[in-house]
T-cell receptor
Framework: GENVEQHPSTLSVQEGDSAVIKCTYS??????FPWYKQELGKGPQLIID?????GEKKDQRIAVTLNKTAKHFSLHITETQPEDSAVYFC???????????FGTGTKLQVIP | DTAVSQTPKYLVTQMGNDKSIKCEQN?????MYWYKQDSKKFLKIMFS???????INETVPNRFSPKSPDKAHLNLHINSLELGDSAVYFC???????????????FGPGTRLTVL
């Protein structure tokens, strides 16, 4: 089955700096890669996603890149703000009634 | 206007008891899920239902039995609770027109289960 590795497990940045979280996946058939943000005491919430026919996607301060050859994808957050502090999960799936496999999570702390 | 709701939010019980967690979504989605998040924040799928039909069962002990009375509800019943069942359980739903896992999953607020 699919295996998703995520690094780093914790990340501290100064407010205004950029943060990068990296994930690798094992199944070359995976074609959908969502990123979720989980705030304390809440359920995960989708912040951005990318499909295998796209190499990069951007939404304001958040961007995701996908390298299908290397089987890795990354989340980039620019101009970080204290409210970006949360646990971030990457995930991968090939759809078609196959499960979504989540990474192990990255706890991001933005220091004011 | 909550999209995915779960009850209860907290559940504290003794080992050996039987308990249920309820989930409802008002998004009109076809697929619903149960996830378990342990103390290290690992998020693992347990079950997935599509239009009331079980699609994914991730080698969960048979003490866990999901039930979907209609496509807006997916309840989780747990028999003979064990200490290792302590975790946060999340319900989620997605539209999935093109197959499971291909669309945004909307998560509920979670149920924190503590087994004493």
């Amino acid at each position: 089955g699919e295996n998703v590795e995520q690094h780093p497990s914790t990340l501290s940045v100064q407010e205004g700096d950029s943060a990068v979280i990296k994930c690798t996946y094992s199944d070359s058939a995976s074609n959908y890669f969502p990123w979720y943000k989980q705030e304390l005491g809440k359920g995960p919430q989708l912040i951005i996603d990318i499909r295998s026919n796209v190499g990069e996607k951007k939404d304001q301060r958040i961007a995701v890149t996908l390298n299908k050859t290397a089987k890795h994808f990354s989340l980039h957050i620019t101009e970080t703000q204290p409210e970006d502090s949360a646990v971030y999960f990457c995930a991968a799936t090939k759809g078609g009634y196959q499960k979504v496999t989540f990474g192990t999570g990255t706890k991001l702390q933005v220091i004011p | 206007d909550t999209a995915v709701s779960q009850t209860p939010k907290y559940l504290v019980t003794q080992m050996g008891n039987d308990k249920s967690i309820k989930c409802e979504q008002n998004l009109g989605h076809d697929t619903m899920y149960w996830y378990k998040q342990d103390s290290k924040k690992f998020l693992k799928i347990m079950f997935s239902y599509n239009n009331k039909e079980l699609i994914i069962n991730e080698t969960v002990p048979n003490r866990f039995s999901p039930k979907s009375p209609d496509k807006a509800h997916l309840n989780l019943h747990i028999n003979s609770l064990e200490l290792g069942d302590s975790a946060v359980y999340f319900c989620a739903s997605s539209q999935d027109m093109a197959g499971i896992g291909t669309d945004t999953q909307y998560f509920g607020p979670g149920t924190r289960l503590t087994v004493l």
